[in-house]
Every structure is written in structure tokens, then in C-alpha cells.
């Protein structure tokens, strides 16, 4: 234990303790991530006051839920990713790299959400001139919604207090501080004490809090992973840089489902909800060129058609290179070694690049065989035909094996009008609804590379 303040060595990603400086983390294994931070007694949980109320202990049969139990964000894609809105009384970290549009979604969320009581928007960022900028550009006419720039975690605790607002936004954690911890703001401990004071006033009152978070790689500034742990609900806003599509991903969530996405896409009013993202996704599909092949995943209920481009072609040092785009990088080298294994096709004088279009990064094995073909179309400079979509997980003998949901899959295969599905041999035995596309099994990878002409 370190001695009260002496000074520990804290991980910026992760918020590992160590007494010592490390080069690399070895609880998140990040590099370069160790800050110097003095250690002071936290105040919020001091047991200094005697008057505070105790909790009594109650039977959980007898515990009546109230009423109005989850605020709707008038976001329909925000909802689904909380399961229905966000819980009264509960908080909820959001984060995201800078210049997402964490701020964005949080000012859309407050036109429309059903709070009863007033919006505080806390900004240690924006100005209120700033905020009111993009208010209107967003259109927001809530009268409901209040503003206040504070950086100081004890005058914002009044501000609330004051305001009775029953719905307070956080942003960002990172440039709030309080004066009893010594570090800057955004460090590990200052960051860590900010939200513990604004969970303790969140579950006292009952108020609904966001807290906004950023995602950085600048080492001075700890990242909300610091602080998942701590809260009820963790959302990330992801997305490319250079790409306007944006995914809202439910990481942690105490009260429903964490696999549930959301989409977005960042226009200039704001960001749009994107109701039917498959057929946006391939939407730019030019014919079908070699290398081309849908896939189907899964991203928490909702199936979304994908296109998985590969490009194969000769290497010209003498190491083949692999680059994976939107996949996970030994995925890709691991069912290159299965096709070259299995299905005899050498691609060791042959760099690949796979490519899953539209900046989106999944990581499901139901997308493997859909990575072989892509793979063997290119190599082979046979193009598979355009109302075709593969669907498999694969395994190191090429055998195709089953993958969850496939009913889903398939059907949203149907509902874009594709023709023709390739599943799982062991899917398609225990598959229970009729379909109208043709679906063909298959056991392993040479079926498939047969039926599409590759083999
Ligand atoms: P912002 O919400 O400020 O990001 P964050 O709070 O995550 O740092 O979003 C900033 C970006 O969003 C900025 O680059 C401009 C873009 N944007 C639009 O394209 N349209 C809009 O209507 C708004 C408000 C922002
Ligand atoms: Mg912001």
C-alpha cells in the first residue's frame, strides 16, 4: 500500500496502480501509459458525517418498482442500445474520440427526452454561445433545457442542487476538478473522485446522469475505461475518421442487453438515425467484381449485410504481406493458412488485403467464409455472382461450421433480395421456417468454393 501522499504511478487506459514507473502496462498492456499522480485520502467517501441517512435492509419480494422507471430519448436508436431509454436515476458514461459527436447526440437527445423537470447541460468545454450555435442548428426548442460552463465539481454540485433539474449532462468528465485532489484535471484521480461525487449525488436524488468521456492517446489525460467499473451504463460512439457513419455500441449496461448498436450518420444538421443500414452499407456496390462477396453479422439483434472485399496480388518483396481492414489481423492470416492447407491454393508470393466496406470493424467468425471466398475470388480472378451471400464460421481443417442466429441472417439476406444463401451444412439441417432464396449447406470450404466456381 502506498503511503498517504507519497505517489503512485497510475495507467492512463486502464487505471492500474503501480509503485514503480512501467513501459507497459500489465493489466491492459498498453505502452507508455504510466503518470505520476499523487496519492490523497478520497473525500468522497468519507464517514466523517454521522447524520447521513443509513440504508435499511428490506426483502427484495417487497421492492416496488416504480412507475415511471425509463426516460425515452426520443433517439429510437439511442433507446434500443439502453433497452428502452435511459433508467431513471441511473449513470451513464459516453464515450468517443474527440470530434465524434458526443456533444451532438447529447444536445438531440435534449429536445426530445420525456423528463419530467429541467435539463442541465454542464459544459467545461463550449461556452454557452458555442452551445447555443449548434442548438440551433441542431433546432432544439426545449425550454426545458438549461446551460451552465463550470469546471468546478463543487459549484456545479450547487448548480444542480439549485436548478432541480432532474436530467444533468456531464461534458466532459475530463475538464471538470475538484480542489481536494492535487493532480490536474483529467488525471486518473481526478477523474475517478468527479464521478464518484456525481454517482453519489446521481443515486441520492435520483437525478438521470450522462458523462461525457473522451477517448485519447494523449498520455496526460486518463480515458473513461478508468471509470466503466464505476458507473451503470457504458456507451461508446465509434466510428472513421473520414467515413460519416457513426456507431453507438452498448459496453456495459446494468440494466439490459450490452450486444445492441446504433446507427448514425453525421450530417449537417446533426446526427440522422440510420433505420435500414444494410442497404446503405451496399448501397455503392459496382456490379460484381472479382474479390467481392456479401456477408451477413450479427451486431446484437440486428443483422447487417456487409461487403467483404479481398484483393490478392503478387508479392513484390519477398515477405507476402496481409492487411485487414474492418477484420481482426490474425483472423485474416489464420484462414489464409486454411485455404492454402485445404484448399491448395498458394498464396505465399501473394500480399492480401481485405477490405469490409463502410469503415465498419466486426470481429464475428460467421464472417470467415466470406473472408476465404472473397480471398479465393480474387486470387483466382472469378467473380461470384451478385445475389449471393456466404455466411459460415471456418476451422483450421476447412470444415464450415455453424453460427448462431442464422434464421436472422437469412432473412435479412431475403429482405434486400438476395437469390442465393450459403450456410452451414449443420444450419441449414435444423433450420424451421420456409424461405424463398435458394439455401445451400455446406461442410466445408471446398463445397463452397465449388458451388461458387472457385474450385
Ligand atoms: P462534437 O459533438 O463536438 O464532438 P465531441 O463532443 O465528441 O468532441 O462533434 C463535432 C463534429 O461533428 C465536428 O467535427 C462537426 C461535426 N458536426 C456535423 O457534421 N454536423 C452537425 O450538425 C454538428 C453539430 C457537428
Ligand atoms: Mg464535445
Given at each position: 500500500?502506498?503511503?498517504?501522499?507519497?505517489?503512485?504511478?497510475?495507467?492512463?487506459?486502464?487505471?492500474?496502480?503501480?509503485?514503480?514507473?512501467?513501459?507497459?502496462?500489465?493489466?491492459?498492456?498498453?505502452?507508455?501509459?504510466?503518470?505520476?499522480?499523487?496519492?490523497?485520502?478520497?473525500?468522497?467517501?468519507?464517514?466523517?458525517?454521522?447524520?447521513?441517512?443509513?440504508?435499511?435492509?428490506?426483502?427484495?419480494?417487497?421492492?416496488?418498482?416504480?412507475?415511471?422507471?425509463?426516460?425515452?430519448?426520443?433517439?429510437?436508436?439511442?433507446?434500443?442500445?439502453?433497452?428502452?431509454?435511459?433508467?431513471?436515476?441511473?449513470?451513464?458514461?459516453?464515450?468517443?474520440?474527440?470530434?465524434?459527436?458526443?456533444?451532438?447526440?447529447?444536445?438531440?437527445?435534449?429536445?426530445?427526452?420525456?423528463?419530467?423537470?429541467?435539463?442541465?447541460?454542464?459544459?467545461?468545454?463550449?461556452?454557452?454561445?458555442?452551445?447555443?450555435?449548434r442548438a440551433d442548428?441542431?433546432?432544439?426548442?426545449?425550454?426545458?433545457?438549461?446551460?451552465?460552463?463550470?469546471?468546478?465539481?463543487?459549484?456545479?454540485?450547487?448548480?444542480?442542487?439549485?436548478?432541480?433539474?432532474?436530467?444533468?449532462?456531464?461534458?466532459?468528465?475530463?475538464?471538470?476538478?475538484?480542489?481536494?485532489?492535487?493532480?490536474?484535471?483529467?488525471?486518473?484521480?481526478?477523474?475517478?473522485?468527479?464521478?464518484?461525487?456525481?454517482?453519489?449525488?446521481?443515486?441520492?436524488?435520483?437525478?438521470?446522469?450522462?458523462?461525457?468521456?473522451?477517448?485519447?492517446k494523449d498520455g496526460?489525460?486518463?480515458?473513461?475505461?478508468?471509470?466503466?467499473?464505476?458507473?451503470?451504463?457504458?456507451?461508446?460512439?465509434?466510428?472513421?475518421?473520414?467515413?460519416?457513419?457513426?456507431?453507438?455500441?452498448?459496453?456495459?449496461?446494468?440494466?439490459?442487453?450490452?450486444?445492441?448498436?446504433?446507427?448514425?450518420?453525421?450530417?449537417?444538421?446533426?446526427?440522422?438515425?440510420?433505420?435500414?443500414?444494410?442497404?446503405?452499407?451496399?448501397?455503392?456496390?459496382?456490379?460484381?467484381?472479382?474479390?467481392?462477396?456479401?456477408?451477413?453479422?450479427?451486431?446484437?439483434?440486428?443483422?447487417?449485410?456487409?461487403?467483404?472485399?479481398?484483393?490478392?496480388?503478387?508479392?513484390?518483396?519477398?515477405?507476402?504481406?496481409?492487411?485487414?481492414?474492418?477484420?481482426?489481423?490474425?483472423?485474416?492470416?489464420?484462414?489464409?493458412?486454411?485455404?492454402?492447407?485445404?484448399?491448395?491454393?498458394?498464396?505465399?508470393?501473394?500480399?492480401?488485403?481485405?477490405?469490409?466496406?463502410?469503415?465498419?470493424?466486426?470481429?464475428?467468425?460467421?464472417?470467415?467464409?466470406?473472408?476465404?471466398?472473397?480471398?479465393?475470388?480474387?486470387?483466382?480472378?472469378?467473380?461470384?455472382?451478385?445475389?449471393?451471400?456466404?455466411?459460415?464460421?471456418?476451422?483450421?481443417?476447412?470444415?464450415?461450421?455453424?453460427?448462431?442466429?442464422?434464421?436472422?441472417?437469412?432473412?435479412?439476406?431475403?429482405?434486400?433480395?438476395?437469390?442465393?444463401?450459403?450456410i452451414p451444412e449443420?444450419?441449414?439441417?435444423?433450420?424451421?421456417?420456409?424461405?424463398?432464396?435458394?439455401?445451400?449447406?455446406?461442410?466445408?470450404?471446398?463445397?463452397?468454393?465449388?458451388?461458387?466456381?472457385?474450385?
Amino acid at each position: 500500500m502506498a503511503k498517504k501522499n507519497s505517489t503512485v504511478f497510475v495507467c492512463n487506459e486502464c487505471g492500474y496502480e503501480s509503485p514503480k514507473w512501467l513501459g507497459k502496462c500489465p493489466a491492459c498492456g498498453e505502452w507508455n501509459s504510466f503518470f505520476e499522480e499523487k496519492v490523497v485520502g478520497s473525500t468522497s467517501s468519507s464517514s466523517k458525517d454521522k447524520s447521513k441517512p443509513k440504508a435499511e435492509i428490506i426483502k427484495l419480494n417487497e421492492v416496488e418498482k416504480k412507475e415511471t422507471y425509463r426516460l425515452k430519448t426520443g433517439v429510437e436508436e439511442l433507446d434500443r442500445v439502453l433497452g428502452g431509454g435511459f433508467v431513471q436515476g441511473s449513470l451513464t458514461l459516453l464515450g468517443g474520440e474527440p470530434g465524434i459527436g458526443k456533444s451532438t447526440l447529447i444536445l438531440q437527445i435534449c429536445d426530445n427526452v420525456k423528463v419530467d423537470g429541467k435539463i442541465l447541460y454542464v459544459s467545461g468545454e463550449e461556452s454557452a454561445e458555442q452551445i447555443k450555435i449548434r442548438a440551433d442548428r441542431l433546432g432544439i426548442k426545449n425550454d426545458n433545457v438549461l446551460f451552465l460552463a463550470e469546471t468546478d465539481i463543487d459549484n456545479v454540485d450547487i448548480a444542480i442542487e439549485k436548478s432541480g433539474a432532474k436530467f444533468v449532462i456531464i461534458d466532459s468528465v475530463q475538464t471538470m476538478y475538484s480542489e481536494d485532489i492535487t493532480s490536474a484535471p483529467g488525471s486518473v484521480s481526478q477523474v475517478r473522485e468527479i464521478t464518484a461525487r456525481i454517482m453519489k449525488m446521481c443515486k441520492q436524488t435520483g437525478i438521470t446522469t450522462i458523462i461525457i468521456g473522451h477517448v485519447t492517446k494523449d498520455g496526460n489525460i486518463a480515458g473513461p475505461r478508468v471509470l466503466e467499473h464505476m458507473v451503470d451504463t457504458v456507451l461508446y460512439l465509434e466510428g472513421e475518421r473520414y467515413f460519416s457513419y457513426r456507431i453507438l455500441r452498448g459496453v456495459k449496461n446494468r440494466f439490459g442487453s450490452t450486444n445492441e448498436i446504433g446507427m448514425f450518420e453525421m450530417q449537417s444538421e446533426g446526427l440522422v438515425e440510420i433505420k435500414n443500414p444494410s442497404e446503405l452499407l451496399i448501397s455503392e456496390r459496382d456490379g460484381n467484381p472479382a474479390g467481392s462477396v456479401i456477408v451477413v453479422s450479427l451486431e446484437g439483434t440486428r443483422a447487417l449485410i456487409l461487403e467483404m472485399q479481398a484483393l490478392a496480388t503478387q508479392t513484390v518483396f519477398g515477405m507476402p504481406r496481409r492487411n485487414a481492414n474492418g477484420i481482426d489481423y490474425n483472423r485474416l492470416t489464420l484462414l489464409m493458412a486454411v485455404l492454402e492447407k485445404r484448399a491448395g491454393m498458394n498464396f505465399s508470393s501473394q500480399d492480401v488485403y481485405i477490405n469490409l466496406v463502410g469503415g465498419i470493424k466486426v470481429n464475428e467468425p460467421a464472417l470467415d467464409l466470406g473472408i476465404i471466398i472473397a480471398a479465393a475470388s480474387s486470387f483466382k480472378n472469378v467473380s461470384i455472382k451478385e445475389d449471393v451471400v456466404v455466411i459460415g464460421e471456418v476451422g483450421l481443417t476447412g470444415e464450415v461450421r455453424s453460427v448462431n442466429m442464422i434464421e436472422k441472417r437469412i432473412k435479412e439476406a431475403e429482405k434486400l433480395g438476395y437469390k442465393t444463401c450459403i450456410i452451414p451444412e449443420s444450419n441449414k439441417k435444423l433450420l424451421k421456417e420456409k424461405f424463398k432464396l435458394d439455401i445451400i449447406g455446406v461442410k466445408n470450404i471446398i463445397d463452397a468454393m465449388k458451388y461458387l466456381g472457385l474450385k
